[in-house]
């Protein structure tokens, strides 16, 4: 199993960035997706998740600015990531899990497979 995560740069703060996580070696239209953010010096964070069913969930600090979505016919996970402000700055994350609970949804350790991170730099 393979998470391929890309599309993280340097942006200013207010502007927009998408990244993709294209997945292979799993039944992609059977698992939960979902981001996570790691600042230096700071804990993983949930960002969003969406599940096999397309539901879809947000941490507090994203709500309204990010959207998680899913191509199923791609493999793909993506996160629309607006509005950016200095604070998203991390190494992003996605991560997979097959056997997800709305109740675990964004805990890291819950997750069978993560992909490599994407670097998002939000200057101000």
């Known amino acids: 199993v393979q998470l391929q995560a890309s599309g993280g740069g340097l942006v200013q703060a207010g502007g927009s960035l998408r990244l993709s996580c294209v997945t292979s070696g799993l039944t992609f239209s059977r698992y939960s997706m979902a981001w996570f953010r790691q600042a230096p010096g700071k804990e993983r964070e949930f960002v969003a998740a969406?599940?096999?069913?397309?539901?879809?969930y947000y941490g507090d600090s994203v709500k309204g600015r990010f959207t998680i979505s899913r191509d199923n016919a791609k493999n793909t996970v993506y996160l629309q990531m607006n509005d950016l402000k200095p604070e998203d700055t991390a190494v992003y994350y996605c991560?997979?899990?097959?056997?997800?609970?709305?109740?675990?949804?964004?805990?890291?350790?819950?997750?069978?497979?993560w992909g490599q991170g994407t670097l998002v730099t939000v200057s101000s």
């Open positions: 969406i599940r096999y069913t397309s539901h879809t």
């Open positions: 991560a997979g899990d097959r056997q997800l609970i709305l109740s675990s949804i964004a805990f890291p350790n819950e997750y069978d497979y």
